[in-house]
């Protein structure tokens, strides 16, 4: 079952085999409402439920219909309202309108990302940047100590930098693919790092596994971390968006909503 909450009215919408979804698999890691307003939905083991309530229809895509893995752990959607999927074994691209589905095994993929330059950046083991006319992955190398084992989410700066979180902390890469640094700072150096995101205001929010949450304000050089103390329902965060200057945070127990109101000093 999958809630969807209504934060105008205060209530939970629920998803269920009544609805027509996949009822197969009990872990959902991926969600995205496309520019049609139907909702993509990825599970561990059993692929992608696509609903249109407009139509009253759902759609169920797997290997069965070209994708490389029924464990889907990202979805995207691109500038052409294309949607990349990572999944257990690599990356998938599917193209509702031309009704087809591409594929790359590269490894278990985490996050994609599509930068300002039409570039695709791609979560795993390390950091990948795609080449789609070429058909080509370039893997970034690092200079400095090791990230991790494992890059887990990409976000694009406004200043064009790429930072990406890992099992070790955050690492930030420069526009021109450089130079690769990690972020030396004790609050968040060796912190499991998971989903990252960029809020309306320009603040940029790390969800951990273990650390609660960070907020970083780059222009002003602070750092402020929510965790249960400060009444975050639990330490282990899986997902971070923002709605209406509102932070939803989803944590193993639950889900918290931040206001931002404090600053403390990197």
């Known amino acids: 079952e999958i809630n969807i909450y209504n934060p105008h009215a205060g209530n939970m919408q629920h998803l269920t085999a009544a609805q027509g979804l996949n009822n197969k698999s009990t872990w959902y890691y991926s969600f ?18 696509i609903l249109d309530e407009k139509k009253g229809t759902l759609q169920h895509i797997s290997r069965d219909e070209g994708l ?12 052409k309202g294309r949607v990349w999927v990572g999944t257990g074994s690599g990356m998938n691209l599917i193209d509702s309108s031309k009704g087809t589905i591409k594929s790359w095994n590269s ?18 083991n390390g950091v990948l940047v795609f080449n789609e006319k070429e058909n080509l992955f370039k893997t970034i190398k690092r200079n400095q100590p090791p990230m991790g084992n494992n ?5 694009e700066e406004e200043s064009g930098e790429i930072w990406v979180s890992s099992d070790l902390g955050l690492s930030v890469i420069d526009s021109a693919e450089k130079t690769f640094k990690t972020i030396d700072n004790d609050l968040v150096k060796n912190a499991f790092c998971q989903e990252i995101i ?20 780059l222009d002003a050089g602070l750092i402020t971390q929510f965790s249960v103390k400060e009444g975050l329902s639990d330490r282990v965060v899986y997902t971070v968006i923002e709605k209406e200057g509102k ?5 193993g127990k639950g889900i918290s909503v931040i206001a931002p109101i404090k600053h403390n000093a990197i």
């Open 247 to 251: 932070i939803y945070v989803g944590t």
């Open 198 to 217: 960029r809020d309306s205001r320009g603040l940029i929010w790390v969800g951990t596994y273990g650390n609660g949450i960070y907020m970083l304000d």
């Open 32 to 49: 995205l409402e496309d520019a049609q307003g139907r909702k993509w939905i990825g599970s561990l083991g059993h692929g992608i439920d």
């Open 151 to 155: 890059a887990n989410g990409i976000l």
């Open 107 to 124: 490894g278990s993929i985490l996050d994609i990302l599509e930068d300002r330059k039409g570039r695709i950046w791609v979560a795993n």
């Open 68 to 79: 490389n893995n029924n464990s889907i752990n990202q979805l995207f959607p691109d500038a």
